[in-house]
């Protein structure tokens, strides 16, 4: 009478092996993948970048263009800072899984060109965002960019989508810059 344990012990082993492999192949990926993922849009609006300016460079503004705002009305949202400039921050609390908890800061400004942002979503990591403005015909270019970290191998692989996350958010989020500054 044969033995059936041989096949099945060669059948784990195999699926060791496949384990095995596919594992290296995450851990080694992950070594050669970027450290950091950045996503980017850009829109044109008919307006002057100091209109434009006036708006982004504002965060109490920003319940008048961010997609954020939208997807939850209710979060809560509180400000620091004399208004508009460099230390700035607006904190937000939200039920609302894709909005959670976090804060924005403003870090930097070049009047009618630039602002830059430090975002700290408190576990899920931070970020840098940045929107740049340049004169463009009659109109202005706005560049909307997020800059994040990728600290580990699992947040590695993670940045592979980010893009396809945020991407459509920024899409959203200028689309609204864009009606507000040219309706106002």
């Known amino acids: 009478m ?10 784990a082993l195999w699926v060791f092996y496949i384990l095995l492999g596919l594992f290296l192949v995450f851990v080694a990926g992950g070594f050669v993948l970027p450290d950091k ?4 849009r850009s829109t044109v609006i008919n307006a002057p970048p100091e209109k434009i300016f006036a708006v982004v460079s504002d965060l109490r503004r920003a319940k008048d263009w961010s997609p954020w705002f939208v997807l939850d009305p209710q979060m809560t949202v509180t400000f620091e800072g004399e208004g508009a400039g ?13 909005v959670g908890t976090g804060s924005q800061q403003t870090i930097g400004l070049i009047e009618n060109k630039q602002v830059v942002a430090a975002l700290d979503f408190g576990e899920m990591g931070q970020a840098t965002a940045t929107v740049d403005l340049a004169q463009e015909g009659a109109g202005t270019r706005v560049d909307w960019a997020l800059d994040v970290p990728l600290r580990n191998i699992i ?8 893009d396809r996350m945020v991407g459509p958010d920024f899409e959203k989020g200028l689309a609204n810059l864009k009606s507000y500054a040219e309706a106002n």
């Open 155 to 162: 947040e590695r692989w993670f940045g592979l989508i980010m």
């Open 2 to 11: 044969k033995r059936v344990e041989v096949p099945m012990k060669k059948f």
């Open 86 to 98: 460099v230390g700035q921050k607006m904190s937000w609390s939200s039920q609302h899984p894709n």
């Open 37 to 40: 993922a950045h996503v980017t």
